[in-house]
């Protein structure tokens, strides 16, 4: 099974001010035969389900905002919201879908 | 509009059985694998099972593994969950989730497992 590991739990940042959120697999989700990394975000609030931001490790998904980056390849992903707003505030999961699924444990965001 | 529809949750016995469902409307059903995702009180989202497009390949989570048994059926556009020998640790929301990977999602059913 493949484990996903996720840096920090949590964070607090200015509003405004850059988050950045790790995400480490066990082993590989890039697929050679594609040049894919199987690979996603999901941005989860309170009474919500999940919501999917970025697919492919780096592809956002429409009507997503662009201060939302996905970055990374192999082994090691990198989510960073550029300008940290008041409605970004929620808990980030990293997800494999390479092999089955695994979410990795969670990041919570926070306003400083 | 993609909606996803889950209903059967409950409060049920630890050893007890639950059905859960999720009707699925607004796409091509039978074109997209599904999944079984779930989130306990106060802990993080956890991938419970999933069923190809066919139907034809099933994965289980560790946790669930010979306990869960998904399916879908196609005719009537609803994907299944069928819950036994539940356990206290198996309290939580359940979600059921579209594509590969998960695009679109219900709001969740509650399954409490309790005496």
């Known amino acids: 099974d493949i484990v996903m590991t996720q840096s920090p739990d949590s964070l607090a940042v200015s509003l405004g001010e850059r988050a950045t959120i790790n995400c480490k697999s066990s082993?590989?989700?890039?697929?050679?035969?594609?040049?894919?990394?199987?690979l996603a975000w999901y941005q989860h609030k309170p009474g919500q389900p999940p919501k999917l931001l970025i697919s492919?490790?780096?592809t956002r998904q429409s009507g997503v905002p662009d201060r939302f980056t996905g970055s990374g390849s192999g082994t090691d992903f990198t989510l960073t919201i550029s300008s940290l707003q008041a409605e970004d505030v929620a808990v980030y999961y990293c997800?494999?879908?390479?092999?089955?699924?695994?979410f990795g444990q969670g990041t919570k965001v926070a306003i400083k | 509009e993609v909606q996803l529809l889950e209903s059967g949750g409950g409060l049920v016995q630890p050893g007890g059985s639950l059905r859960l469902s999720c009707a699925a409307s607004?796409?091509?059903?039978?074109?997209?694998?599904m999944s079984w995702v779930r989130q306990a009180p106060g802990k993080g989202l956890e991938w419970v099972s999933l069923?190809?497009?066919?139907?034809?390949?099933?994965y289980y989570a560790d946790s669930v593994k010979g306990r869960f048994t998904i399916s879908r059926d196609s005719s009537k556009n609803t994907l299944y969950l069928q819950m036994n020998s539940l356990r206290v640790e198996d309290t939580a929301v359940y979600y059921c989730?579209?594509?590969?990977?998960?695009?679109?999602w219900g709001q969740g059913t509650l399954v409490t497992v309790s005496s």
């Open positions: 989730a579209k594509g590969r990977p998960e695009d679109y």
């Open positions: 069923i190809g497009a066919s139907g034809n390949d099933t």
């Open positions: 492919w490790a780096s």
């Open positions: 997800q494999q879908y390479f092999n089955a699924r695994t």
């Open positions: 607004g796409f091509s059903f039978s074109d997209y694998a």
């Open positions: 082993q590989t989700v890039l697929y050679s035969s594609n040049n894919k990394n199987y």
